[in-house]
């Protein structure tokens, strides 16, 4: 999957997974940190988000701790939107190396849960 697929894919179910959850405040805090840590490792954008929420009022503790959970969920969700097309893709959308490879990345958010300088 090429990375201008999974950016398409990835922007048009954002909004929807934000819509579908948005009594967790945090599901937003989780979308930017995976789209921006998670997968790119873009840490001054995810400070300047959390700034830009911080300027408005307190960001809870359980938030921040709901982040664990919600980047991996989000992750997984997005795994299954790209199985569960393919019937419309072809079973080249989903090789065994891509999902491989998306193992090992849920895997490294479980051993780091990139805890420096995150919070």
Do not use: C
């Not at 945090?26 to 300047?48: D, E, G, K, P, S």
């Not at 809870?60 to 199985?83: K, Q």
């Amino acid at each position: 999957m090429t990375g201008t697929a999974t950016t398409r894919l990835t922007a048009r179910y954002s909004t929807a997974t934000a819509e579908s959850v948005s009594n967790f405040l945090a599901t937003q805090y989780a979308l930017h940190l995976w789209a921006n840590v998670f997968l790119q490792r873009r840490m001054a954008m995810w400070h300047a988000f959390i700034d830009g929420y911080r300027s408005i009022g307190p960001i809870t503790a359980s938030d921040f701790d709901a982040l664990n959970l919600f980047v991996p969920i989000r992750h997984i969700w997005l795994m299954g939107e790209y199985a569960g097309r393919i019937a419309e893709w072809g079973s080249e959308a989903v090789p065994a190396a891509w999902l491989a490879q998306q193992a090992d990345l849920l895997q490294a958010w479980e051993d780091e849960k990139l805890p420096a300088g995150l919070f």
